[in-house]
């Protein structure tokens, strides 16, 4: 590699990874204080918490990457015509195609970054989230047996505890069940444990009381208990074996379906595949995210009042490939047969960026050529 090769494309990568890290911080402390409003009030810890912003990352990562590779190659781009240093190469006998090379190898290991992260690290990330999240749904002292307070986890049933302590132990139970119009019954312990086993999760009381109010008669009954086991798994929502979702299955899973897969998610082979076609359309699309910034400034050429033009018309560019992406998404989504359209974005800038190179090289292209002036002879 060239040393200005390898010069541009160290300033890229730097502002390339600032950017990356700005942008990334933003959108996560916007996700994370959010769920951490969630998390807190249902009782659980700040491990738990950071353990879930941890695994949205690369989700966040590979939104910001295709932005930060468009952001880092207009401001490096930018920055390298003030300060004439591109000029000055220029001169020695650089192409526009010439000085494109740097960016190319910076938007290759975009895309192989973008891939790695669609199709490993966001598909891994989202089932371990997907797995936390269900076991957080079904943990019982944060949902259900929350101290303190009077709830209803179900019509006809009533929970009440006084504390738990630090090791688990609930102290002060109440429970009270009014769901048969005949009868009601009350259960009160001055401590309990919650214990899991094959068939669910468990309630073990110490030293409490039941008591029996038939409402017919008026009689009460009252039994005393050493230690009593009250099944809490009923009043837990059990959705049965939970299907896997579709971001988080690895690319080869969905290329090569399973019937289990495609009667679960109800989709055909080619629909499956087309959302492998989208992980591979957003790593091009990061590849091409830093040629367009690159083409769309290089085509403006020096000027001593600012590329702010070519810098509007390179965002302008940027957004049009976003809505070519999504018409491109929506059409081959109608129709998976069309899924070349998945690339359209991808392709589209590519296209773009060698031909504003192209009119880079020729600057009276779109401009009247001075006309010669001919000498005459007196």
């Not at 918490?49 to 781009?77: D, H, K, M, N, Q």
């Not at 199709?119 to 076991?135: A, C, I």
């Not at 974005?345 to 401009?367: D, E, N, T, W």
């Amino acid at each position: 590699m060239a040393r200005f090769d390898r010069y541009m494309l160290g300033q890229l990568l730097t502002l390339f990874g600032f950017f990356s890290l700005i942008l990334v911080l933003v959108l996560w402390i916007n996700r994370a204080v959010r769920m951490f409003d969630r998390l807190i009030a249902d009782g659980q810890s700040a491990w738990v918490f950071l353990e879930l912003t941890s695994l949205s990352l690369p989700g966040l990562i590979r939104i910001v990457l295709p932005l930060s590779a468009f952001v880092a190659a207009v401001y490096v781009t930018n920055r390298m015509s003030a300060e004439s240093e591109l000029t000055v190469v220029q001169a020695t006998g650089y192409s526009p195609f010439r000085l494109a090379r740097p960016v190319l190898y910076f938007g290759a290991i975009v895309a192989v970054l973008m891939t790695v992260l669609t199709h490993f690290l966001v598909p891994l990330s989202s089932e371990r989230l997907t797995l936390r999240s269900d076991e957080i749904a079904q943990n019982l002292t944060a949902r259900l047996l929350t101290p303190g307070e009077f709830l209803s986890p179900t019509d006809g049933i009533t929970f009440y505890i006084r504390e738990i302590s630090q090791s688990g132990e609930m102290l002060d139970i109440f429970i009270s069940e009014d769901s048969d119009p005949d009868r009601r019954v009350t259960y009160t312990a001055s401590r309990a444990y919650l214990v899991r086993n094959d068939t669910g999760p468990q309630l073990v009381m110490v030293n409490g009381l039941t008591q029996t109010l038939n409402t017919q008669s008026g009689r009460l009954a009252t039994t005393g208990f050493d230690n009593f086991v009250y099944d809490v798994g009923a009043l837990v929502s059990d959705d049965g074996e939970r299907t896997r979702s579709l971001s988080a299955l690895m690319s080869w899973e969905l290329w090569f379906p399973s019937p289990e897969l495609l009667s679960t998610s109800g989709q055909s082979t080619q629909q499956l595949r087309l959302l492998v076609h989208d992980r591979f359309a957003q790593a091009s699309l990061g590849f091409v995210a830093g040629l367009i910034g690159f083409s769309a400034l290089v085509a403006g050429g020096f000027s001593r009042f600012g590329l702010w033009r070519n810098i509007l018309f390179a965002v302008l560019l940027i957004v049009a490939l976003n809505a070519l992406e999504t018409v491109g998404a929506g059409v081959a989504a109608k129709t998976p047969s069309l899924w070349p359209l998945m690339y359209l974005a991808g392709i589209g800038g590519f296209i773009c960026s060698m031909a504003l190179l192209y009119v880079s090289q020729r600057p009276y292209f779109f401009k009247r050529k001075p006309a010669l002036v001919r000498m005459g002879t007196s």
